[in-house]
């Protein structure tokens, strides 16, 4: 895989193929040319990653999210962002939370959120 295009996707075993910083680097990349703008271009390229390591691993409520979201208006790119602040608001609970949550638990809650995101909400802020 040579390069990254967030409304194409990638094909999921050629991206599950590379190693994390070169999915990084190619979503890098594919912004500076865009001449998107980021205040940490390599915070928002790692939750692109993470995005779509999970749609490539095919996660069922990732899948269906992002199939929701394009129904809903939004770009493929703005999808990802979409999941992306959920994947986010997600890790900060952890980061935040003082408590020793099981996995399990806490992938039914970042699913659960997942499953509630709407192209609605996500424009409102409200994941």
Excluded: C
């Amino acid at each position: 895989m040579e390069a990254y295009n967030p409304e194409r996707g990638p094909e999921p075993e050629s991206w599950l193929e590379l190693d994390e910083q070169e999915r990084i680097l190619l979503i890098e990349t594919w912004h500076r040319v865009a001449r998107i703008r980021l205040p940490n271009l390599t915070a928002h390229a790692a939750l692109h990653v993470i995005v779509e390591n999970q749609i490539a691993l095919d996660l069922e409520p990732v899948v269906r999210a992002m199939d929701r979201l394009r129904k809903q208006g939004l770009t493929r790119h703005d999808a990802i962002h979409a999941i992306g602040s959920v994947v986010a608001e997600h890790l900060f609970g952890i980061l935040k939370a003082d408590q020793d949550d099981h996995a399990a638990a806490s992938q039914a809650r970042y699913y659960a959120a997942v499953e509630r995101l709407t192209a609605v909400s996500w424009r409102r802020g409200e994941q």
